[in-house]
């Protein structure tokens, strides 16, 4: 099976030409690179929206992305049942399209966060079956506003349809802390209500290679292509 | 017309912006300076031929469009 995917670039992405490899690496297959002013994207499996300061972060993180002209044909996309995948940057621009709930506001304690995390599953989705239950997964995380915010109706509706599909946690580092930005409920990323979006703050394209200090984030994409 | 319109943060969102500011604030000896937040003021010329309804439309129209992300803040146009 052939399992093709896309990768958009916005001004200001730097986790796109990581986010290309990561796929071309773990799918094999065929990977677009896509930028933000074009009109229409390729038939394929999975997009994601990757990394990065789209827009300098002007207004709020998201804000001016989730705007560009491709974004009509990714929620289009997202409809059809495909798979959306935002990462850091990316998952601040799913919120503010508003194909994820919440917002991400300013970490708690105002650090740019820079770091190695661990992080484990919530609830089962399609992003995460080749993960173990309470499996705790290195990834790094480098993200100024990525405190995930939601009322407290929001946060009852995301429990109840099993949206939340990681959450931080303590790892094997002596130092790692169990909520490392001050989230609601230490949420790391959530799911639409179909399941077939994802939105994480942790970077899985940054812990996959020999080269990585992890290869934890393998298990997203080895997941969705099972 | 000049428009001023002032986006803040909603009071129950944790502003840790304005919290340094105070502690700055009170490390220079302005103790009576509390509850600090800080927002951001959008400033936009809009033609004077639009009437008041229509100038009203169209910035509630912009602030829900981009300006304003109504999870997390709040917007009031200024005089």
């Known amino acids: 099976m052939s399992f093709k995917s896309a990768v958009i670039t916005f001004p200001g992405s730097n986790c796109d030409r990581d986010a290309l490899c990561y796929l071309q690496d773990l799918t094999k297959s065929v990977v677009y690179s896509i930028w933000h002013e074009e009109a229409s994207l390729p038939q394929v499996d999975l997009v994601i929206l990757p990394g990065g300061f789209s827009f300098g972060d002007y207004l709020r993180s998201g804000a001016m992305a989730s705007k560009s002209k491709i974004i009509n044909d990714v929620i289009k996309h997202a409809n059809d049942g495909r798979y959306l995948f935002g990462i850091c940057n990316g998952f601040q621009i799913l919120t503010e399209i508003g194909l994820l709930e919440g917002a991400l506001i300013q970490n708690k304690n105002l650090k740019f966060l820079g770091k190695n995390c661990f992080i484990k599953k919530k609830f089962k989705n399609n992003f995460n079956l080749s993960i173990k239950e309470d499996q705790a997964l290195q990834i790094p995380v480098a993200h100024n506003e990525g405190n995930f915010y939601c009322d407290n109706e929001t946060l009852k509706s995301l429990k109840n349809n099993e949206q939340i599909a990681f959450e931080y946690c303590k790892g094997e580092f002596s130092n790692s802390e169990e909520n490392i930005n001050g989230s609601i409920e230490a949420i790391a990323g959530i799911t639409n209500k179909k399941k077939n979006i994802l939105g994480m703050m942790p970077h899985p394209e940054r812990a996959y290679s020999d080269f990585h200090q992890s290869q934890d984030g393998k298990l997203i994409i080895e997941s969705l292509i099972s | ?79």
């Open chain 2, 1 to 79: 017309m000049r428009i001023k319109i002032l986006i803040r943060l909603k009071s129950q969102i944790l502003e840790p912006q304005g919290k340094v500011i105070e502690q700055a604030l009170n490390n220079l000896g302005f103790n009576e300076f509390n509850n600090i937040r800080q927002g951001k003021l959008i400033e936009l010329d809009l033609p004077d031929n639009l009437s008041k309804e229509e100038k009203g439309q169209k910035i509630d129209s912009a602030c829900k469009k981009l300006l304003v992300n109504d999870i997390i803040e709040e917007y009031e146009v200024l005089g």
